[in-house]
């Protein structure tokens, strides 16, 4: 373990290895789906996808989204348990940016970018929501009335 909470070593090696991986982050309930497979004709892919209930609805979300690809073996993931800059601090990010920009595919740390600006939105307006008190949030102080 380290100061994130996990080991970035090991979080670093399957980032390195897995054809298809899904980061989860703790106050979110999009999800950061990335398939690193890749062709002539299609690139790799990074992309904020709503939580599958199942692994099989996971499965065939990512079929409908890559229907040129065969269905991986497996589908890798992981938590990240705290804020996205911190993802990004950890060297994690950059980590999944070189690895797909390696398949030398014009545009993509482009789409990497504007990923990230999606996640750092999505955490935004999450963290907005707890401050209102949304209902998926409770309250530990009320404000008496006077």
Same mark, same amino acid.
């Given at each position: 373990m380290d100061e994130f909470g996990m080991d970035l070593d090991e979080v670093m090696e399957v980032?390195? #290895?897995a054809d298809v991986l899904v980061v989860r982050f703790a106050i979110l309930?999009?999800? +950061?789906?990335?398939?690193?497979?890749h062709d002539e004709v299609d690139g790799p892919l990074v992309k904020l996808v709503p939580k599958a209930s199942s692994?099989?609805?996971?499965?065939?979300?990512?079929?409908e989204l890559r229907p040129r690809f065969a269905l991986p073996e497996k589908i890798v #993931?992981?938590?990240?348990?705290?804020q996205m800059e911190t993802f990004r601090?950890?060297? +994690?990010?950059s980590r999944i940016v070189d690895r797909l920009v390696a398949s030398g595919y014009t545009g993509v740390k482009e789409q990497c970018e504007a990923v990230f600006g999606e996640l750092l939105e999505e955490e935004?307006?999450?963290?907005?929501?707890?401050?209102r008190g949304g209902s998926n949030y409770q309250s530990l102080w009320e404000r008496k009335e006077q």
């Amino acid at each position: 373990m380290d100061e994130f909470g996990m080991d970035l070593d090991e979080v670093m090696e399957v980032i390195d #290895s897995a054809d298809v991986l899904v980061v989860r982050f703790a106050i979110l309930d999009k999800r +950061l789906l990335i398939d690193t497979r890749h062709d002539e004709v299609d690139g790799p892919l990074v992309k904020l996808v709503p939580k599958a209930s199942s692994v099989e609805e996971r499965f065939r979300s990512l079929r409908e989204l890559r229907p040129r690809f065969a269905l991986p073996e497996k589908i890798v #993931s992981f938590t990240w348990p705290r804020q996205m800059e911190t993802f990004r601090l950890a060297g +994690l990010w950059s980590r999944i940016v070189d690895r797909l920009v390696a398949s030398g595919y014009t545009g993509v740390k482009e789409q990497c970018e504007a990923v990230f600006g999606e996640l750092l939105e999505e955490e935004k307006a999450e963290v907005m929501t707890a401050i209102r008190g949304g209902s998926n949030y409770q309250s530990l102080w009320e404000r008496k009335e006077q």
